[in-house]
Antibody, heavy 116, light 113 residues
Framework: QVQLQQSGAELAKPGSSVKISCKAS????????ISWIKQTTGQGLEYIGY????????NYNEKFKGKATLTVDKSSSTAFMQLSSLTPDDSAVYYC?????????WGQGTLVTVSS | DIVMTQSPSSLAVSAGETVTINCKSSQSLLSSGNQKNYLAWYQQKPGQSPKLLIY???TRESGVPDRFIGSGSGTDFTLTISSVQAEDLADYYC?????????FGGGTKLELK
């Protein structure tokens, strides 16, 4: 069965970076893009962007350009998202999801807390 | 970007009631090519990831009970839950899958009265 397993919760200081992973299994990794979605209590669900898992090409929501960097390691069927120059506004749960304009499969979410 | 607006933001219901959640898009989600509406609904229970319920406005995902009914066209859409059960208490989100970047509604919390 399709599974997306994300890395654990992160506690980071303002100005630092974090890198979250999303390991896929149960399907051919390079057949689907991986997308990332941010969830906060105040802003709901926000689409960050996707990575083409075959070519490594990326497409970002304008709002997250410069904040998120998406990469992939095909050899381990793992997608990564690095968040840089963290501020308290980046505190959220971040999900990876298998992309097909719809999101039928999601990771379990990674809580990122930005605090000094 | 297409803005998705959901209403109400919360709804208190009793088991067995029928509820309606509304979603309005800032642009039409109807494709002129195939006459399909690119609107999806998700359910999110506490501590869980969102679950896809409906896509193309009215197509239920495999395994979704038929008490969940999606309808609407153009810019106005509705999720109806017939005879609400305790397991349906959750947050519900609409999402347009018409044009990139995909965008979500603000959510509707379904609570027990």
């Amino acid at each position: 069965q399709v599974q997306l397993q994300q890395s654990g919760a992160e506690l980071a200081k303002p100005g630092s970076s974090v890198k979250i992973s999303c390991k896929a299994s149960g399907y051919t990794f390079t057949s689907y893009y991986i997308s990332w979605i941010k969830q906060t209590t105040g802003q709901g669900l926000e689409y960050i962007g996707y990575i083409n898992t075959g070519s490594g090409g990326t497409n970002y929501n304008e709002k997250f350009k410069g904040k998120a960097t998406l990469t992939v390691d095909k050899s381990s069927s793992t997608a990564f998202m690095q968040l840089s120059s963290l501020t308290p506004d980046d505190s959220a749960v971040y999900y990876c999801a298998r992309e097909s304009s719809l999101f039928a499969y999601w990771g379990q979410g990674t809580l990122v807390t930005v605090s000094s | 970007d297409i803005v998705m607006t959901q209403s109400p933001s919360s709804l208190a219901v009793s088991a067995g009631e029928t509820v309606t959640i509304n979603c309005k898009s800032s642009q039409s989600l109807l494709s002129s090519g195939n006459q399909k509406n690119y609107l999806a609904w998700y359910q999110q229970k506490p501590g869980q990831s969102p679950k896809l319920l409906i896509y193309l406005a009215s197509t239920r995902e495999s395994g979704v009970p038929d008490r969940f009914i999606g309808s609407g066209s153009g810019t106005d859409f509705t999720l109806t839950i017939s005879s609400v059960q305790a397991e349906d208490l959750a947050d519900y989100y609409c999402q347009q899958h018409y044009s990139y970047p995909w965008t979500f509604g603000g959510g509707t919390k379904l609570e027990l009265k």
